[in-house]
Every structure is written in C-alpha cells, then in structure tokens.
C-alpha cells in the first residue's frame, strides 16, 4: 500500500500484482456509488483490509437513472443527459482498468440498487459492506433501508465520509443543530479539515481476489450502444474524459502552474473561454468522485505552502472547494431544500409558469446569442463557467423571465456533468434571490455582460455557428443589425435566428418590482406565506404588470412610428 502525506502531490502508480482467488473467509462487498476511484477511498480500504476471503466490488446501473428516455427533451434517460452517462461509463471502465491492474475488477449489475445489492449480500455470504456515506437524499433513503437489511442478517457496514472534507453533521453539531447559513460563518466554524494532516492511502500492491459470483448476472462496463443509446444522437460532445486518471492529470495540470493557483480569483475569471477554460473543470471528477477533495485540498495547501502570496478564500481555489462544503453542510441541514415551499431559508415568491419561455431558454433560443451560446454548452458539452451560468440562471429567474428556479434547476440537473444535488440547488437559490444572496437589483446584462470579456463573439460564433458572420458590433444584439447586414451574415432574425423574447430592458425593471414585492411580503409575514397569499400576489403583480404594459403602449408606438420613417 502506499500511502500519501501533504507533502507530495503526483499520480499514484499501481504495482501489477493478480491474486488468486480463496473460496473461504470473510467476504466483503464494496458498493462504488460515487467515490469512483482507486486512490483515497477509505471504504474500499476497509473492505480490502477486512476482507481475509474475497471482495466483491460492485457497481449498479440503476434503471431510475440510465434507462433512454426518448420523450426527454434532448439525449439521455429522464434524470440524465447522454453526456453525463457517457462521463459515467468513462469513469467506471477506468475504474474497472485500475482495479484489474490489482488483480481485481468491477462487477456490473443491474437493477434497483437496493434489491440487488441484498442478494448479492445473500448469495455471496458477504460479511462486511463497505460504501462512502453520502448525504444525498436519495441515497439517504436507499441507504436506510441497505443498513437495516445488512444489521438484521449480521452484516458490518462500514460507511465512512469521504466525499466531502467536512462531515456535514460535525459541522451541524458544532453550529448547535442549525446549518451555518453564511460562508463565513461556516468558514469560522469548520475550521481546518481533519485531512490536512492525514496521510491519504493512494494506491495498493494487490486487492484481495474477486470470489465466484454464482447466480449473480454480472458484467463488464456496458457501453452508450448497450445501454440503448446511440452515438450518432449528439452532433458535438463534451471534451471531457471521465475517469480518476483524467481526473489526476486535470488536477496534476492544474496545480503545477503554482502561479496560476496562487492568483486564481474566482470573479476575475473570463467565462467565455472555451478551448482552454479560465478554471479548473474538475467538477464532473469531483461529482463523481473520481477525485478526492481531500487530496485536491492537500494539493492546493502544498502549493500554498510553496509560493510567497496566494489568494484566499471565498475567491481563491481553495475557497471553491469550501463552497462546495458549504452547500453541502447548509444542504444537509436544510428541510426541503430542493423546493421553494416548506424550505425554511428560501424566500417565497410568486414565480411565472410559462412553458413556452422555459422551453425557449432551455433551448438556446430566447433570442439573445450570449444566454443561448451558454445553453448549447450546456447542451453539447454539460458544463459551462461558473459566471456563464449566473448569466443564463438570472435572465430565467429574477432578470428577466421571472421563471421558477426549481425549473432551472431540473434542466442543470439534468444536463450538467457536474450535476450535484447541494450544489445546484443552493447556487439557484442563490442566483435567483431565494437565499444566500438577496441583492435583486444587480441583473446580469444578457448583452454587456458577455462583451465585456469577449467583444468579438468568438463563444457564441462557436456554440452559435448560424452567428458566426454577423459582424461584431451586433453580435450580441443581432436584431439592431439592419437588414442588408443581416442577409449579407446570412442570419435573418425571426428567420434564421430568433427575435429576443423579451426586450431586457423593460423585462428587468419589471423583474426588480415583482422581486421588492415579494420581499416585502415575506417581510411583512415574517417567512410564514401561505398559497393564497402568493395567488394573491401573483394575480396583483400580473394586473399591474398588464396595465404597466397599457401605459407603456403609446410610448413604444410614437418610438416605432419614428423608427418607420427610415
Ligand atoms: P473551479 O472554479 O475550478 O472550482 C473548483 C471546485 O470548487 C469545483 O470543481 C467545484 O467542486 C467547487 N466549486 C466551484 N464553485 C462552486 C460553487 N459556486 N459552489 C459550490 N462549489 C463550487 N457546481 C457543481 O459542481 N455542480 C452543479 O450542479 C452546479 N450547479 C450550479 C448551478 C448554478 C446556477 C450555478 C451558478 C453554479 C453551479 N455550480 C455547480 C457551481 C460552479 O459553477 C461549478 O462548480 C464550477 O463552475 C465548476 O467548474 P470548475 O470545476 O472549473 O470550478
């Protein structure tokens, strides 16, 4: 075994070293969920150490989760887009490559995880189960039920906290039952992880031998095709590989440039960068947990440790680590913290239904080329810079459309390869004004904000090819751009290219006065609103909206009457 302190940060590298396989003993299962890695995973530790027989390491392919969805909306099963099962696969053939490289490998079964995983504990006499605690609720849930199983037939399990650097309970404790609902007052009551001195365990000589699976039907990692997808269903995918050894390389590329993570500074970055991203990706890995935080946190401190002056958090690269365990924590600790009703720290506000705008948004099509360049990343790739997703999760929310978060954040969820329950749904409350974050007269401009950084339109002339000759001074508003210059770009808007939905100007400010009256009903009623009282403001706001717009009328004919006499 070889184990790693914070001083040294390379790649692990795996002795070759097959073992045969003993047909008695004590038999241990190792459930990979997320966790999908070789190098600091202390429940596949624990299942190799105890094990003295065999040990099975497993991975379910849930139905819930991978079954084709083809009514979805785009690619992919209903709770996932294809990129992200792609991400999946990657990860788990890598993983199966480490594993037989230690004369091991990983058992594919299919079904709904809870019911696979007891007959395996059945027919394969299992003795200790060992998988990675995981606060997600669904996980929460199955879990439960997995335990109650495993302690009424004798079977140890061993579920230890490793994807995260705090345990979001400890932390809870600490703070007197209530999650800090501040960074920085998680900061102060966090504190230093208990990894920062640890030594991680990095790689293994061998693993103990799989045992025979008897009845088991278990198989290799199936392929897209297998699993009932195919490859020619996406025109572009997304250039990220998954896989713990990508995942080591990404972050190894990283860290070396010490400078770069000595100056990282998160709002600095330019979201428009695409070939090479302005931060590190490692998200998906850390989602998946082809990456262990502890060892990127080890990482960083060692690069910290070496030069002269770095950052800080909340924006260094430390500091995103840590907000990942901030939403974790405020996550865990939260009741319905998916949903806007029954979440004691969201704001309650009467948000449009309006299936159309949605779609359009979801579609890159609201007529505005930097919200829709960011959706088709989001659509082709599963991943877009962080500032690129406030763009885009403002102008649906408070910015402009007045759309529900929650329905954003099922298209993130589902998009994402980074797709993480805490961290999406706290960074919609966020953006939306629901929690954290309550300051909703600061809009992102779906035009200035994108020109900023790239005033040629070089990101939305890529993910937007029917753009990519509008010439730069009406690339984020194509539709000032007058006709000749248009069927010059061959890009007609309303044709070729939609007309923006809503014009951003008014569609804000009507945004910012629905947003003061929400707050100051929430105000007013201290949290405690009930459905008849968001119906009744939704029906006020809607009314003055609709005389708002009557009053605007004769403005915007005199306007257009002018704008006739071209
Ligand atoms: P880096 O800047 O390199 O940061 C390193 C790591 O820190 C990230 O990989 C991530 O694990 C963590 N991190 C960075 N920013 C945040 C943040 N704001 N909150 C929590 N953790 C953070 N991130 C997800 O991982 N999954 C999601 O489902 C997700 N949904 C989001 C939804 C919205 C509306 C917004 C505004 C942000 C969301 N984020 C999400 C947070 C953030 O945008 C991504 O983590 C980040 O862009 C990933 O890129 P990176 O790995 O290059 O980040």
């Avoid at 006065?513 to 105000?523: D, I």
Wanted: hydrophobic fraction near 35%.
């Amino acid at each position: 075994m070889r184990r790693l302190s914070s001083s040294v940060c390379s790649p692990s590298s795996h002795r070759l070293n097959p073992v045969t396989s003993m047909a008695t003993g004590s038999n241990s299962l190792i459930w990979f969920r997320k966790g999908l890695r070789v190098h600091d995973n202390p429940a596949l530790e624990h299942a190799s150490k105890a094990s003295s027989g065999s040990m099975y390491p497993v991975f379910v392919i849930d139905p819930r989760y991978m079954e084709p969805d083809p009514s979805a909306f785009s690619p992919g099963s209903s709770r996932a887009g294809v990129n992200r099962i792609r991400f999946l696969l990657e990860s788990l053939k890598d993983l199966d490559s480490g594993l037989k490289k230690l004369g091991s490998r990983l058992l594919v079964l299919r079904g709904e995880p809870g019911e696979v995983l007891v007959r395996c504990l059945q027919e394969w006499k299992v003795k200790r189960l060992c998988f990675e605690y995981d606060t997600d609720p669904y996980y929460q849930a199955l879990d439960f039920k997995v335990k109650e199983y495993a302690s009424s037939v004798g079977v140890e399990v061993f579920s230890p906290v490793s994807h995260t650097l705090f345990n979001p309970t400890d932390i809870i404790q600490k703070n007197g039952g209530k999650a800090p609902l501040s960074y920085q007052s998680f900061l102060k009551i966090a504190g230093e992880p208990s990894c920062a001195e640890s030594e991680l365990l990095m790689s293994y000589s061998s693993l103990p031998p799989i045992g025979d699976v008897g009845s088991i039907g278990v198989s290799e990692v199936p392929t897209l095709e297998e699993l009932g997808y195919r490859e020619d269903e996406q025109d572009e995918w997304t250039p990220f590989r998954g896989g713990e050894s990508e995942a080591l390389k990404r972050l190894n590329n990283s860290i070396s440039d010490k400078a770069w993570v000595a100056n990282f500074e998160k709002p600095k970055g330019d979201p428009s960068a695409f070939l090479k991203p302005a931060t590190t990706v490692l998200s998906p890995y850390l989602k998946f947990g082809c990456l262990s935080s502890r060892y990127f946190y080890q990482c960083l401190q060692r690069v910290y440790k070496d030069v002269k002056k770095h950052t800080s958090p909340p924006v260094s690269l430390l500091g995103q680590l840590l907000w990942r365990e901030f939403f974790y924590t405020t996550a865990f600790g939260t009741r319905n913290f998916d949903k806007m009703k029954g979440n004691p720290i969201c704001k309650q506000i009467p948000w449009k239904e309006d299936h159309d705008m949605l779609a359009a948004w979801r579609d890159g099509k609201t007529g505005y080329p930097w919200i829709d360049a960011i959706m088709v990343q989001l659509l082709k790739w599963g991943w877009m810079h962080h500032l690129a997703r406030h763009s885009v999760a403002c102008f649906l929310t408070r910015g402009d459309l007045f759309i529900h978060w929650e329905q954003g954040r099922d298209v993130f969820e589902r998009l994402l390869i980074d797709s993480d329950w805490a961290i999406n749904n706290g960074n919609w409350m966020w953006l939306s004004c629901s929690s954290f974050f309550y300051q909703y007269n600061r809009i992102y401009s779906p035009v200035s904000f994108g020109k900023k950084y790239d005033p040629d339109g070089k990101y939305i002339r890529h993910f937007l090819p029917v753009l990519k000759d509008m010439p730069k001074q009406y690339i984020y508003e194509p539709w000032t751009a007058p006709l000749s210059v248009q069927t010059k770009a061959k890009c007609i808007v309303g044709k070729d290219y939609p007309k923006p939905m809503v014009m951003h100007d008014a569609a804000s400010k009507e945004c910012k006065r629905k947003m003061g009256e929400a707050y100051a009903l929430n105000k007013k009623m201290n949290g405690n609103i009930g459905d008849d009282d968001l119906k009744d403001l939704r029906r006020k706001l809607e009314t003055d909206e609709e005389s708002n717009i009557r009053n605007q009328r004769p403005k915007l004919n005199q306007v257009l009457k002018y704008l006739m006499r071209f």
